[in-house]
């Protein structure tokens, strides 16, 4: 069957570092996304990888291992804002996005 | 407004009544999509469409009926709501990005089943 996995919850403290890891098993695989989500509101775009290596983007990067099913997302420098949801989320071979249920990521002063 | 808007924002129904939550985008994108979202589960897909008049199930469709009479609108019904249909409801339409086909999302539609 197909499958993501993360982590449910993580606390990280403000000015940290953070990364969040995602596991995947999919059939096929043409990419991995990443996306935020505030509560309360709608998933918004954070990444997409699909060549292995990381990929940086300000304070967040984000990074793929194919042969290992693997990707985390990095996060610099957290403010109280990165206070969220990250939803991992692979491309299949019918390229359908397969969720992960989410880490929310509390972020304390 | 330009983007994807999403009525009502909140509802709550009685068990075996008919619902329909609205879309409406307005970057005439041909992919749309609609998805629930469930504690303890990922997003999971009811239906999409990549063109006026061409829908296909996804992953959890019983229960649910879509029609895509024009490229702008996609409303989802649920023709006789049960309490397991409680959920929030995210419409979302593709853009490509960078090689990507990246989703964007309405604001949700928080359906109630009582």
Request: proline share 3%; with cysteine.
């Amino acid at each position: 069957g197909q499958n993501i996995d993360q982590p449910t919850e993580m606390t990280a403290t403000e000015g940290a570092i953070v990364q969040i890891n995602c596991t995947y098993q999919t059939s096929g695989f043409n990419g991995l996304f990443w996306y935020q989500q505030h509560a309360g509101e709608a998933p918004t775009f954070l990444s997409y990888n699909v060549l292995d290596g990381l990929e940086e983007k300000g304070r967040f990067s984000s990074f793929l291992s194919r042969s290992k099913g693997y990707s985390y997302l990095l996060l610099k420098e957290l403010q109280m804002k990165d206070s969220a949801s990250y939803l991992c989320a692979s491309v299949d071979s019918n390229y359908q996005l397969i969720w992960g249920a989410g880490t929310k990521l509390i972020i304390k002063p | 407004d330009a983007g994807i808007t999403q009525s009502p924002r909140y509802k709550i129904t009685e068990t075996g009544r008919q619902v329909t939550l609205m879309c409406h985008q307005t970057w005439s994108h041909s992919y749309m999509f609609w998805y629930r979202q469930d504690l303890g589960h990922g997003l999971r897909l009811i239906y999409y469409s990549a063109a006026a008049d061409i829908t296909d199930k996804g992953e959890v469709p019983d229960g649910y009926v879509v029609s895509r009479s024009k490229t702008e609108n996609f409303p989802l019904t649920l023709e006789s709501a049960t309490r397991s249909q409680t959920s929030v409801y995210f419409c979302a339409s593709s853009l490509k990005v960078d090689g990507a086909n990246v989703l964007t999302f309405g604001a949700g539609s928080r359906l109630t089943v009582l």
